[in-house]
């Protein structure tokens, strides 16, 4: 019965997350997303590549990965081609996605809090959550900008004021001043 | 059961359907005119600054450093932290934590005055003195367990950080790992309020040479590291190129840092 009500919930929250997100809705999408993140992640009658999978169709619907490949990519992403574009972020989707589940491994029964919702600039917010473990507690920024279809969606995490995307994009442009873009999507 | 199908059913449904009616043509059409505008000013480069804007003189020293600290941590401080957390205690550990944290208090004392931090001060100074007293020594945390107080963390390099000191450019110090400029200053003041490192004999320093320094040192470090098993490896996987990448965190964090 649990396990049923479970899987309802997360049903209804995939559902839920079909809808694009409107700007006076993103905190209570959010709560629902992470929620349902935690649902599955505590669930430990799931393999580990089911939760991996059941996690990244929560974060698909939140997730702007082209944005993000966009912005890691810097003053190199306008210089490439159609299908390199493509190729770059079909790569580094999978790579964030990965790295994403290596860090549930470390999860233990967090709690997330949800603080407040800040608007930078009219297409800009920044949603502040804090992560709360046993011991301490780490706060995560979660950054929205707005696309062309008015949806508002995450294109990058701020976790104790480290940026996910500021940090591959140091990296990549270091890594391209000596390689080719191709053997930077064979290291994703 | 069946009941209960049936409403999630129409729930389902009537979701999908709520999703379809929010689908105006005419309306879409216009306003994805008017974002096309808005979506061409959107530019993140405002935001996310680029590596050509680094200064970095030691670049080949630090990509060096990284690695020998690499291959240090690998090698030698994590498999002795692993051996000493599966023979110590997880409450003894707390204990060693607590004690080496207590004695870390002139140091967040001192710099939570210098950024005027009075309030956090007064807290610091609280919790001393009932973490030395009633916490044993302060073998025990009964501040933050029963009245509240929380510790407050800030060192010198946070302390220039706040009266306008820029980094300067980027140091990896070997064992102790990135640092820059500013934080080496930092962590060379804060070495004179440290009572667990003396090269000699002071009243209020517990160690009077260098090697019992060391040894103090070596205990807070594998006893913080038993804490953190497996964290380190578990970050170096996302990364593309160490150096860089660790360089990156650490001066996002310590930009953090400051700003609390």
């Not at chain 1, 599955?40 to 799931?46: A, F, H, I, Y």
């Not at chain 1, 912005?71 to 306008?78: A, D, E, P, T, V």
Request: aromatic content about 12%.
């Amino acid at each position: 019965m649990k396990i049923l009500l479970k899987t309802i919930f997360i049903l209804l929250a995939l559902n839920l997350s079909l809808q694009a997100i409107e700007e006076g809705k993103i905190q209570e999408v959010m709560k629902t997303q992470i929620d349902s993140i935690l649902l599955v992640m505590q669930n430990k009658e799931l393999d580990k590549k089911t939760t991996a999978n059941k996690v990244f169709t929560l974060l698909d619907s939140i997730f702007d990965y082209k944005t993000m490949s966009k912005i890691s990519l810097g003053r190199n992403w306008k210089k490439l081609s159609l299908e390199q574009k493509d190729a770059f972020a079909k790569s580094f989707e999978k790579k964030l996605k990965f790295s994403y589940m290596d860090k549930l491994d470390l999860y233990t029964d967090e709690k997330v809090l949800i603080k407040e919702l800040r608007k930078k600039k009219k297409n800009r917010i920044q949603l502040y959550t804090d992560l709360l473990g046993k011991d301490a507690s780490f706060e995560i920024i979660y950054k929205f900008h707005k696309n062309k279809k008015n949806d508002w969606l995450i294109y990058d995490v701020k976790i104790i004021g480290v940026s996910i995307i500021q940090t591959y994009r140091k990296q990549f442009s270091a890594y391209l001043k000596n390689n080719s873009l191709e053997a930077l999507i064979n290291s994703l | 059961m069946r009941i209960l199908f049936l409403c999630i059913f129409t729930i389902l449904l009537f979701t999908a359907c709520s999703n379809k009616k929010e689908v105006h043509p005419n309306k879409d059409i216009i306003e994805i005119h008017k974002n096309d505008i808005s979506e061409s000013e959107e530019d993140f480069d405002d935001e996310f600054s680029n590596e050509e804007e680094d200064l970095d003189p030691l670049k080949y020293y630090n990509q060096a450093m990284t690695q020998f600290n690499d291959v240090l941590y690998t090698y030698a401080l994590s498999p002795v932290a692993t051996t000493y957390s599966d023979v110590i205690h997880k409450d003894v550990r707390g204990i060693v934590s607590n004690f080496f944290s207590n004695l870390m208090f002139p140091i967040r004392f001192v710099n939570n005055v210098l950024q005027f931090k009075f309030q956090e001060a007064g807290e610091e100074t609280g919790r001393f003195l009932i973490n030395s007293t009633i916490g044993f020594l302060g073998l025990f945390d009964p501040a933050s367990e029963g009245f509240d107080l929380q510790a407050h963390k800030e060192d010198f390099g946070q302390t220039l950080g706040y009266w306008g000191v820029g980094s300067g450019f980027h140091i990896v110090l070997p064992i102790f790992g990135p640092s820059n400029v500013r934080d080496l200053i930092g962590f060379s003041v804060d070495g004179i309020l440290d009572p667990t490192f003396s090269m000699e004999k002071k009243s209020w320093k517990i160690p009077d040479n260098l090697e019992k320094s060391i040894a103090l040192k070596t205990l807070d470090t594998v006893n913080t590291t038993s804490f953190k098993l497996g964290q380190y490896e578990n970050l170096k996987k996302d990364a593309i190129d160490l150096y860089p990448f660790l360089k990156e965190i650490y001066e996002q964090k310590r930009i953090h840092e400051i700003k609390e």
